[in-house]
């Protein structure tokens, strides 16, 4: 009863004002898998290249993340980013993508990924994503994530495989971009009567919100003083909240609350150093203790107003 992932397998090269790293593990299905690994035992559909050395595979190991459905072209080349962020660390600035494997892949299911109880579509071309969400016939849960690109390339493919799915995870821009809506609100009434039962938007600094049809939850971004490098915050998050969903038995309205609240826990982790190096290194410990301030810097108690003395001047 596993958590499948399809997405990217890639080396960033990242730039933000407080660094520069020339090559790093990376990927949507890079970041999602180890962090959703803290909460589930995790399944990887992609494709690397030769490339992709012993210690890069030894990450995923690490963290139990079955890779036997992760594809190597021994000749080819793995996927590379090259990103940049200003000072604004919630607009990523795409300076290059190189598909390399990625050109070619067809996602292959072996019988045990198609067994998934629960599947991430990670940000790759949505063609794909509809390949693998098709395999994964009893899935209980499919989530999708996807980018400014494939909404402006391939929308028509992107509508479809939205379509086929339970819950979008993304940014604020992406559900502007993608409904032509500038109202928040709005545009996540529009995305849920195209067929998802939830979304989630991610608001980088300022936190993240669940819409389903009947309501509506918000939570903050966990307060940090110093972020260092945003990439794969999103997808960090999705494993968060996916891979605490994949632990819990009933998949319902408070279940997915809890899920946001691990999600933005392992979010704000992520960003702390370059790529995965911060999550790669967490403790249940300290995924606990986030959670915990969480709940206190949500929390307020309802007490009745009454203005018993009329207001005076
Ligand atoms: P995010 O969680 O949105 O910050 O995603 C960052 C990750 O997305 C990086 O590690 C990149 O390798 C990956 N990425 C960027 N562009 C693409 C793309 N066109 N297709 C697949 N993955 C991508």
Same mark, same amino acid.
């Given at each position: 009863m596993a958590l499948l992932v399809v997405g990217s397998v890639a080396f960033d090269a990242v730039e933000t004002p407080f660094g520069k790293c020339e090559k790093m593990l990376g990927g949507s299905a890079a970041h999602f898998s180890i962090?959703?690994?803290?909460?589930?035992?995790?399944?990887? +559909?992609? &494709? %690397?290249?030769?490339?992709?050395?012993?210690?890069?595979?030894?990450?995923?190991?690490?963290?139990?993340?079955?890779?036997?459905?992760l594809e190597c072209v021994p000749d080819g080349k793995t996927f590379r980013w090259y990103g940049r962020y200003d000072y604004d660390l919630n607009v990523a600035h795409t300076l290059n993508t190189e598909l390399n494997v990625f050109a070619e892949f067809k996602p292959k299911l072996s019988e045990k990924s198609k067994s998934a109880r629960l599947v991430f579509l990670g940000n790759i071309?949505?063609?794909?994503?509809?390949?693998?969400?098709?395999?994964?016939?009893?899935?209980?849960?499919?989530?999708?994530?996807?980018?400014?690109?494939?909404?402006e390339n391939t929308r028509e493919s992107l509508l479809r495989?939205?379509?086929? +799915?339970? &819950? %979008?995870?993304i940014n604020d821009a992406e559900a502007r971009q993608l409904t032509g809506v500038p109202n928040l609100i709005k545009a996540a009434r529009e995305i849920l009567s195209w067929g998802p039962k939830a979304l989630i938007v991610k608001r980088g600094e300022?936190?993240?919100?669940?819409?389903?049809?009947?309501?509506?939850?918000?939570?903050?971004?966990?307060?940090?003083e110093s972020v260092f490098d945003p990439t794969g915050a999103g997808d960090t998050f999705a494993g968060g909240f996916m891979g605490y969903l994949s632990s819990q038995q009933t998949l319902d309205d408070a279940a997915m609350r809890r899920a946001m609240i691990f999600g933005s826990v392992m979010a704000s982790f992520?960003?702390?150093?370059?790529?995965?190096?911060?999550?790669?290194?967490?403790?249940?410990?300290?995924?606990?203790?986030r959670f915990r301030a969480f709940k206190q810097m949500t929390h307020f108690e309802e007490i009745p107003f009454e203005r018993a003395v009329p207001a005076t001047k």
């Open positions: 962090s959703a690994s803290f909460f589930t035992h995790v399944q990887i +559909v992609g &494709v %690397v290249g030769g490339d992709f050395a012993a210690e890069d595979k030894q990450i995923l190991d690490a963290h139990d993340i079955d890779t036997s459905d071309q949505p063609d794909l994503q509809r390949e693998v969400r098709e395999q994964v016939t009893g899935a209980e849960l499919v989530a999708l994530d996807t980018m400014n690109l494939w909404i495989t939205i379509k086929g +799915v339970d &819950v %979008v995870i300022y936190g993240a919100a669940l819409f389903t049809k009947k309501s509506y939850f918000a939570i903050p971004a966990y307060p940090l992520n960003v702390e150093e370059f790529g995965t190096a911060r999550v790669q290194r967490l403790t249940h410990a300290e995924i606990n203790e």
